[in-house]
């Protein structure tokens, strides 16, 4: 987990563009953001700042669509970190990304059922294809200017062969059907939440009003953490029990 986290930080410091920050008094109020001015002065990016202030927002948007609307993916943090690599690679070329990857890993996983070998093993020999695939890829691309080179790294096909281990995985333990479900929720949340900071507006704000995107987090996830209601996606499934 720390290590995901870390790779996270990492990769979205290349994606938020530089802000100057105004100096000000501290009046209480504007704590987050007197320290804000006082790291940077020290040296510490602003990138990694915004960077801070970002994922609990779009983990909170994961958070209202799980227990509001009822659409879930893999988890809280799989779908931030998606939301981060699509971020890096646009939307396009990481939802083209992970359909490479995926097919490459059920081709391989289906020759190598006949070999016999445990889980572990043929998973290697998966990512050693999956590897060689996304360097052809990325050959090939240089060549026929299919999406920027430049902007795909290890840390965007790092999180997309996370997300295939976890459908892989969903499969083998529940069902196929599971797994679609819960990779097609992942997605869907990972590209609202790349939609959403990619907004330059969004961005300006929370990084000049770091107090207040604290505060507007907590609120909306002990609004959301208090949430007894039915989820709006399970209404149909339970029309018939509800009154009227």
Known sequence: MKK???LILTL???CLPTKVLAMENWNGFNTIRTIENLVVERGVSQETIALLLLLPLVATLVSVFHYVLG?????IFMPTMIAVTLLATGIPGGLFLFGVILLVSLLCNKILKKFKLHFWPARSINL???????FVLMAVSSYLNLFDIKRITIFPVLFMILLVEEFVRTQLVRSRTEANKLTLG???LAILGAVVMSFGQIKDWVFLNPDLTILLVIVINIVVGNYKGIRLTEIKRFKKAIRK
Do not use: K
């Open 128 to 134: 050693m294809f999956i590897s060689i695939t996304v």
């Open 12 to 14: 979205i410091s290349f």
């Open 4 to 6: 995901n986290i870390f």
């Open 71 to 75: 659409w879930s993916g893999y988890g």
């Open 186 to 188: 992942t997605l869907f």
